[in-house]
């Protein structure tokens, strides 16, 4: 019932589907990257910047997903095809939710802003940019099916566990210490928090990668999704 | 290039989908009912009865992933099908991601049961209840294609966002007042937020049931998904 696809028209959809991916994950990159920077400069134009560009991040999940159902109505793809699609009708949606944890960083940030500083800020940076790599390692491995690139972001994801862990204690003892940054030292969860789920989503990203490349669904049997 | 459907066999899968995505949404909104429980009667093998039943609920969704991509790939369906395949496929993950947070509210419900009790349950449970039901709604506008109920869950999704900023609100102060309960608390604003964010995957379900039957996708139009 299905028709193998040799026409390079066919090749060209899929491959506009990958850029359209990569394109905006590397907005959703962007929006971390900025967030983390908005607090560290405390710069709240910058944060500003980040919640603004969430709409366009939005509208790309959107597009992606018309061109996913586009295809699959108009090609009938082949079962690898059709997974491969599937997959990214779920990956988009991974995508959009990195981009909201963005967006709501960079609104706890301007939050933050409005108070003073209280803590040197060296672990939450440092977690700002393990989380991003890690997710743009998960695309990598999705646009290059390396299935062994997918494993070690399901690895790396643990790291950011860890880091989550630490950091959640230390900011325990500073609100032990001093009621006062209570409010504050939350917010800081929080974002931690965001950080943390990031590594999730990338590690559902790569599992599905596993799952396309060696046809073995690996899902559920990480503890990834936390 | 598409076909109509006349024929009964198509119908049926649909049909099956259905039940199949009800099934895992029941077993799902029950774990959160009874994590809830198992806080409020203090009961740890009902904690544990919600996180071995995880698996079950992760199978289902791959199960129901399974079924679609396999609906897409031999029936070939025509546009309003595609969307709803896409749709089911987008679903089932939302499903999931609140199974997942039924099975961490146990785990922080274990860990608060080891700690003694320091607060009345009053507003967590109601919390729950009222998650659960814009949960259960969702699936209910779903299956019978309702966009004006999808309508009153993105608007009581709202609610549930008020009810954990006054929780939130409330666990400050108790913080506040006494530094010894930050960690316990803690554990109970996680627990508020993940409700939370069941409306938020709920709302994600109503928008796109208004986009199935309307036409018209809302998804990022609101401010469901924070």
């Known amino acids: 019932m299905s028709r193998r696809h040799t026409s390079g028209h066919y090749d060209n959809l899929l491959r506009e589907l990958k850029d359209r991916l990569l394109a905006m994950s590397g907005l959703t990159e962007q929006s971390l990257r900025d967030a983390t920077r908005a607090l560290v400069e405390r710069s709240p134009s910058l944060a500003r910047e980040v919640i603004d560009r969430d709409d366009q991040i939005d509208r790309l999940e959107l597009e992606i997903d018309d061109l996913c159902l586009r295809t699959l109505a108009l090609e009938q793809p082949v079962a690898s095809d059709l997974r491969f699609l599937g997959a990214v009708l779920k990956i988009v949606r991974d995508v959009e939710r990195i981009g909201d944890i963005g967006a709501n960083t960079a609104k706890r940030v301007s939050e933050l802003l409005e108070e003073p500083e209280f803590k040197p800020l060296v672990d939450l940076p440092i ?68 950080f943390e789920r990031v590594g999730d989503h990338a590690a559902n990203i790569a599992e599905m990668v596993v799952f396309l490349v060696r046809g073995q669904d690996i899902r559920h049997g990480t503890s990834a999704d936390r």
């Open 127 to 194: 977690m700002s940019r393990t989380a991003q790599q890690i997710f743009r390692t998960s695309l990598d491995a999705f646009v290059n099916a390396d299935a062994d690139l997918a494993q070690q972001v399901i690895r790396d994801d643990r790291m950011l566990d860890d880091m989550y862990e630490q950091l959640l204690r230390e900011l325990l003892t500073y609100m032990m210490e001093d009621p006062r940054t209570i409010s504050r030292s939350l917010k800081f969860v929080f974002i931690a928090k965001g």
